[in-house]
C-alpha cells in the first residue's frame, strides 16, 4: 500500500512517526498494520490512560479476564498480564519495522506510576517488565522525576531499552541525557567487552501541556495574548539544541565509537488542547532529525490530511530563545510551570492506573 505523502514526508525529515495509542481491537482489526503500511508508523506508545480506555471499552478482554478471574490470581498480576499481552503482540507486528530500521519497530510500557518517587522498586519494575514481555523491541518507559532518574541509568546498565517520559524542562532533560549516557558507561566499567547492541533509549519530551499551563498564566497576567500558544515549541526547540550539544561531546564520542546509540529526542503529548491553533502545529514546528513525534491518532490523520512542514527546528534557537525569555519577562516563573507539570502529570497517570485497577477488579469479580 502506498504512504501518505505528508506522513511519508515526515519521516524523510528525520521525525519517526509513532502511535500514541494501543488496544487489542486495533491489532486484531488490522488498524494498526494499516497505520504502517499506509501512514508511515513505525513505533508505539502506551500510557495507563490508553489502556484504562481499552480494556474497559471492549469485550476483546473478555476470554483472558475469564481466565485470570478462575486462577483467583491480583488485580496487579492480572493488569499485567494483560498490558504485556497488547505490547508483546504489538512488538511482534512491528518486529519487520525493527529489523529494516535497527532503531524502530518499538512499543513503549510504563512501569506503575506510583512508583515515580521510588528508584530502587521503579528499577526492579522495570527489569520485571522487560522480563515479562520478553521482546528486543520494546521501550520500558520510566518517568523523568528526580528519584527515577538513577533507575534510568541501572536499566540501561543492564541492557533495558528506556523511554523516559515526563520531561518538561531543559534541565530536567539534561539529567536525563545524563542519566542515559551514565548508564552506558556503567554497563562498560562492569564490563569492557559489554554489546551496546540493541540497547535504545528516548527521551519522552512534552509540548502541548507547556502551552496550556503558560497560556492560563500569562492570561492571569494580562500579558500580550500574541505570546500564547508558542512556549511549547519554542520550549521543545531549546530542548533540540541541548540534544545536539550532548550528543556531539567527547564524553559521548567515545561512547559512540564503541556501537553506543543516541538517545533521541521524543516529542510527546503532541495533540492541540486549544482549538485556535492549527491542529498540526506540533508536529509541523517540530521538525529535526533524528527524532520521534508520538501522536493520537486524530492528529496523525490531520497531519496526513492537511500538515506541512515547518521550518526545521535547528534554524530556530534564537527565535526560541526570545520567546522563553519573553514570556518570562512577562511574569511567568518557568521553573514552577515545570515543577507543576510535573507533579500533575504524575498524579495523572496515577489516577489513571488506579481506575485502570478498579475496572480491572470488578470485572474479574464479575467473571469469577
Request: proline share 3%; with cysteine; charged share 25%.
Amino acid at each position: 500500500m502506498a504512504q501518505n505523502e505528508n506522513l511519508a514526508q515526515l519521516s524523510k525529515a528525520g521525525v519517526a512517526v509513532w502511535l500514541d495509542d494501543l488496544s487489542r481491537d486495533r491489532i486484531r482489526s488490522g488498524n494498526l498494520q494499516q497505520l504502517v503500511d499506509e501512514h508511515s508508523v513505525v513505533g508505539v506508545t502506551t500510557n495507563p490512560s490508553i489502556f484504562a480506555a481499552a480494556i474497559s471499552g471492549s469485550k476483546s478482554y473478555d476470554d483472558q479476564l475469564h481466565a485470570l478471574a478462575v486462577r483467583k490470581v491480583s488485580v496487579e498480576e492480572a493488569l499485567r498480564t494483560i498490558t504485556a499481552a497488547d505490547v508483546r503482540d504489538a512488538c511482534d507486528l512491528l518486529a519487520p519495522v525493527a529489523a529494516a530500521t535497527g532503531r524502530d519497530g518499538r512499543v513503549s510500557l510504563e512501569v506503575a506510576p506510583g512508583l515515580a518517587h521510588d528508584e530502587d522498586a521503579t528499577a526492579a519494575e522495570a527489569a520485571h517488565l522487560w522480563w515479562l514481555v520478553d521482546r528486543p523491541n520494546l521501550f520500558i518507559k520510566i518517568p523523568a522525576t528526580l528519584a527515577s532518574l538513577p533507575a534510568i541509568t541501572t536499566s540501561i546498565a543492564k541492557g533495558i531499552s528506556v523511554n523516559v517520559t515526563l520531561i518538561f524542562s531543559i534541565e530536567r532533560y539534561k539529567a536525563v541525557m545524563d542519566a542515559y549516557i551514565s548508564g552506558l558507561e556503567q554497563r562498560l566499567a562492569e564490563d569492557p567487552e559489554a554489546s551496546f547492541d540493541g540497547i535504545e533509549s528516548v527521551a519522552s519530551f512534552f509540548v502541548s501541556r507547556v502551552d496550556t499551563e503558560i497560556d492560563k498564566r500569562l492570561d492571569a497576567s494580562g500579558a500580550d495574548a500574541s505570546l500564547k500558544g508558542k512556549a511549547g515549541v519554542a520550549n521543545a526547540q531549546l530542548a533540540y539544541q541541548a540534544y545536539e550539544e550532548v550528543f556531539s561531546s567527547d564524553r559521548w564520542k567515545a561512547l559512540e565509537a564503541k556501537g553506543a546509540s543516541k538517545q533521541r529526542p521524543l516529542w510527546a503529548s503532541t495533540g492541540v488542547k486549544n482549538p485556535e491553533y492549527s491542529d498540526t502545529l506540533y508536529l509541523s514546528e517540530l521538525i529535526a532529525p533524528d527524532t520521534v513525534n508520538t501522536m493520537p491518532e486524530k492528529t496523525m490523520q490531520a497531519y496526513a490530511d492537511h500538515g506541512q512542514a515547518g521550518t526545521s527546528v535547528q534554524s530556530s534557537y534564537a527565535d526560541a530563545e526570545k520567546v522563553m525569555a519573553d514570556v518570562a519577562a512577562a511574569g511567568v516563573d518557568l521553573d514552577d510551570v515545570f515543577r507543576v507539570l510535573e507533579e500533575e502529570a504524575v498524579q495523572k497517570f496515577v489516577d489513571a492506573w488506579d481506575e485502570l485497577t478498579g475496572s480491572v477488579q470488578e470485572q474479574l469479580q464479575d467473571k469469577a
